[in-house]
């Protein structure tokens, strides 16, 4: 009988799959050698400081599996506590007690792989750790209740896969939308052991939740399922910290007026007096990828106030101090910068910035997350940079940023060049970005520029150590300047400057890029007509979208981008987060969509094109590439389209992570090699 249509496609990726991840021919040893050496570095996945400041636990990967470490605050004396034998199990999720002397954590190991279960050890005794509950399913943000009686996390019993939807979403199967929905949920288990207790309802998707500061309640932000799609339209609620518990909505920001109107939330925190909750919020294209403004509202309810209007910085983090103030971690023209906020009344201003680096710091639990002692004097985070790779830092917190105290990955020295941050102005805005020089750079030779635009758009590229996948880092190795943009629509330069490119994407933000470009080929040798293009997500439709309005680069690389506005709307399954975004849905207003969709400009487009998707992507769905390379095709556009069986937004098989980032470094090897 004839195949239905709905089924073309995925028999289509099927055919294709083996070519994903079969090994190019005739790789250049360079690009080998290169990749080993990414590969050597020691993920770090989380560190948290005990409440006492003397101890110190950190997650480290061992052949591909996540073990915890133990030690003192200064790194010394490592002992490791999750397992005899590194490589063979996976454990992770780690939380202190209020005592310090009690680790939780979560670990498949007493199962073999095969459940994870809920752990406690007494780091002060050799005792094995004692397992509190069985977790069959789902569990991510384990903290303790701050009386120490309960724990509590984010749970999806029986759950398939990871609650997030950059991770491969399910295969398409029943009825969509009804059938096989996972619901995460708060849940608690007593310190004692025992059952998983389900504080929220299974009709509202929890996200993210924090304790009062008496251990009665929890804050919590939540929509109704499916939890991947309605995040940008979540609500903050407030109920008891207890089962059957009745949830009070406190706020529902499409429906109040203000600047937080129709935009998103996160990381609530109740006040030291539990009277307020804090949160960020902003225009976020990403759930996890925090920035805006910081707000308050009362726990029960009422108009919530912007603490920070007109700020010229971007809040990703913050915690309240015991005096009411607040720490924040915060991004300041394309850096990380930790300061202390004064808080008065309805206004929160900054009152000593800390210590800003041009560096990537977070403690595992949420992005630019730092771990504190109880009294908040010493500190913890992992650092990482283009010129260092990661390691813990530890120590006071104050005008000096904390050493390193790990030495896991000092061995590793950058293949690449040096790194500066460039500044540009353009159109009323200032733009900031990062450059870095080819390796062995001679200012006497000409060079090809290979340009990065991270994705989003509500991000900013802050430097960080590479790994072994998609990234544009690595192509400084092998003779690029590569220039990583913020442009319009980051973080870094205040909400405003986040809000700059609404119903406007493509455009704008291509002019600062284009500025930016001017701005480098000024002062460096930059081979104007030996440009390259290439990003990931909204990196990925600007790698598509750019060839059809300007012929300025000679080779691209897509990586699970977005072709087609209109047709997108109906494609992915996280489509809430396009109405901030461009104003109304896709049928009530298609013009805005049409005016950013690159094919309806394919007509333009002459440069050759790699375009890369993993086959289970909810968030860029694979048709939009196979939109764009069938259009490339038909133009007789030099194109090639690879598929990753299995891979959702966020590759997880280190065998794709390797070869999309070795395609990558080979097709601009081909199309535009460094030696011209």
């Known amino acids: 009988m004839p195949q239905p249509a709905r089924l073309l496609l995925p028999v289509l990726i099927a055919a294709l799959a083996p070519a994903a991840f079969a090994a190019p021919a005739a790789v250049d040893p360079r690009i080998e050698q290169l990749l080993a050496d990414l590969g050597k570095v020691r993920q770090i996945d989380s560190v948290q400081i005990s409440p006492d400041g003397t101890q110190l636990a950190w997650v480290i990967r061992t052949e591909g599996k996540d073990g915890i470490e133990v030690a003192k605050v200064d790194g010394s004396d490592v002992h490791r506590v999750s397992d005899d034998k590194p490589g063979t199990c996976s454990s992770g999720e780690i939380a202190w007690s209020p005592d310090s002397r009690h680790l939780a954590f979560v670990s498949n190991c007493a199962s073999g792989g095969k459940q994870k279960d809920l752990f406690v050890v007494d780091t002060s005794a050799k005792a094995a750790p004692r397992r509190l509950a069985e977790l069959p399913g789902m569990s991510d943000g384990l903290n303790w209740s701050p009386d120490g009686k309960s724990l509590g996390f984010l749970y999806v019993p029986n759950g398939t896969r990871r609650a997030s939807a950059v991770y491969a979403a399910k295969p398409a199967a029943g009825e969509i939308g009804v059938d096989g929905v996972e619901v995460q949920r708060v849940a608690s288990v007593d310190a004692g052991g025992g059952a998983v207790h389900l504080l929220t309802d299974a009709n509202t998707y929890a996200y993210e939740f924090s304790w009062s500061p008496d251990g009665k309640r929890i804050a919590y932000v939540g929509a109704p399922p499916p939890g991947d799609n309605n995040w940008w339209v979540a609500k903050l609620y407030v109920q008891d910290a207890r089962a059957e518990a009745k949830a009070t909505m406190v706020l529902d920001p499409t429906t109040v007026k203000g600047s937080l109107h129709g935009l998103q939330m996160a990381l609530p925190r109740f006040s030291p007096d539990g009277q307020r909750i804090a949160f960020i919020g902003g225009l976020m294209s990403d759930q996890g990828s925090t920035g805006g403004d910081i707000y308050a509202v009362s726990s029960r309810g009422g108009d919530p106030v912007n603490l920070t209007p007109d700020t010229t ?194 455009y704008g933000d291509l002019r600062d890029i284009l500025a930016g470009i001017d701005a480098i080929e000024k002062t460096l040798p930059v081979d104007d007509h030996r440009l390259g293009l290439t990003g990931w997500s909204y990196g990925g439709f600007m790698s598509m979208f750019v060839p059809t309005q300007t012929q300025r680069f000679r080779a691209v690389v897509a990586g699970a981008g977005i072709s087609n506005w209109q047709s997108y709307y109906g494609q992915n399954l996280i489509d809430q987060w396009m109405l901030p975004f461009f104003g109304a849905s896709v049928y009530d207003d298609p013009s805005v969509y049409a005016k950013s969709s690159a094919i309806n400009f394919i007509k333009q487009v002459k440069t050759p094109t790699l375009v890369v998707v993993g086959d289970r992507d909810a968030e860029c769905p694979a048709p939009q590439s196979f939109e764009f390379w069938h259009a490339l095709r038909a133009q007789g556009v030099p194109t090639s389209l690879v598929v990753y069986p299995n891979e959702g937004h966020h590759f997880v098989d280190p065998d794709h992570q390797r070869d999309v980032l070795q395609r990558a470094l080979m097709w601009f090897d081909k199309y535009l090699p460094a030696k011209g």
């Open 313 to 506: 910085v971007t809040p990703v983090w913050f915690t309240w101090t015991a005096n009411a103030n607040m720490l924040v971690s915060q991004v300041s023209n394309g850096q990380s910068e930790m300061a202390e906020y004064a808080v008065t009344g309805n206004k929160a201003a900054p009152s000593a910035t800390l210590f800003t680096l041009p560096a990537s710091l977070h403690d595992g639990t949420a992005s630019m997350a730092v771990s504190l002692s109880a009294n908040q004097t010493r500190v913890a985070f992992i650092q990482s940079s283009f010129d260092t790779a990661p390691e813990v830092h530890a120590g006071e917190l104050g005008k000096t940023p904390p050493p390193a105290v790990t030495h896991l990955n000092t061995g590793l020295k950058p293949g690449w060049g040096k790194t500066e941050s460039v500044e540009w102005d353009n159109e009323g805005h200032h733009v900031q970005g990062w450059l870095l020089y080819p390796a062995n750079y001679d200012p006497k030779k000409s060079y090809p520029m290979i340009v990065t635009v991270h994705g989003g758009p509500s991000a900013a590229v802050i430097p960080r150590w590479p790994g072994v996948g998609f990234g544009g880092v690595p192509f400084s190795a092998l003779g690029y300047f590569v220039f990583m943009p913020n442009p319009r629509g980051s973080f870094g330069q205040g909400e405003a400057y986040v809000q700059a490119n609404r119903k406007d994407f493509g």
